[in-house]
T-cell receptor
């Protein structure tokens, strides 16, 4: 089954404790992206990757890091989480061939609470 | 840069009534436009999309949307609402302008409530 998986689905942590949210897709997609969803703000892109070892900032990258060592995986790293990073996070992927026609496939989301 | 405006953060309709969710976009080039649906505690699911060709596009679950360039709109409609349509709906535009067509800019979402 074609899918994007994220782990963990729920996480409660404390300020300053480093954490990683994993994202994996099994569709051989080149493009992967992280979004955060906040009430009244919709989804905002944090980082994206066009392929292995190619990453770039989205609209709200401050406080986040990513890496793309393998095509299927795109982890999101919070080196020193703060309460304003409490949010619902989504990973997404798509094929670059076709120029974005396909839309993006989304993971189930990770609800993060930083105390 | 592209932007998307969804009018109405909450819309309530009766079961069997017409559903109309509004989306306006700004883009200096013909955009790719998408509607996504998010059911409670789930990720986003693609409902329908417009890229090129026919301006009236049909999606899953009986939804459709019409691309109107003159009005810069891409409103989502469904003739008869069902209780299972209760969800949050997001309109999105892709960044064709800069060549990174895979980058999506989302609206702030419209929560659809369906009442008996």
């Amino acid at each position: 089954e074609a899918q994007v998986t994220q782990n963990p689905r729920y996480l409660i942590t404390v300020t300053g404790k480093k954490l990683t949210v994993t994202c994996s897709q099994n569709m051989n997609h080149e493009y992967m992206s992280w979004y955060r969803q906040d009430p009244g703000l919709g989804l905002r892109q944090i980082y994206y990757s066009m392929n292995v070892e190619v990453t770039d900032k989205g609209d709200v990258p401050e406080g986040y890091k990513v890496s793309r060592k393998e095509k299927r995986n795109f982890p999101l790293i919070l080196e020193s989480p703060s309460p304003n990073q409490t949010s619902l996070y989504f990973c997404a992927s798509t094929l670059l061939a076709g120029g974005g026609h396909a839309g993006q496939f989304f993971g189930p989301g990770t609800r993060l609470t930083v105390l | 840069a592209q932007s998307v405006t969804q009018l109405g953060s909450h819309v309530s309709v009766s079961e069997g009534a017409l559903v109309l969710l509004r989306c306006n976009y700004s883009s200096s080039v013909p955009p790719y436009l998408f509607w996504y649906v998010q059911y409670p505690n789930q990720g986003l699911q693609l409902l329908l999309k417009y890229t090129t060709g026919a301006t009236l596009v049909k999606g899953i679950n009986g939804f459709e949307a019409e691309f109107k360039k003159s009005e810069t709109s891409f409103h989502l409609t469904k003739p008869s609402a069902h209780m299972s349509d209760a969800a949050e709906y997001f309109c999105a535009v892709s960044d064709v302008e800069t060549g990174t067509a895979s980058k999506l800019t989302f609206g702030t979402g419209t929560r659809l409530q369906v009442t008996l």
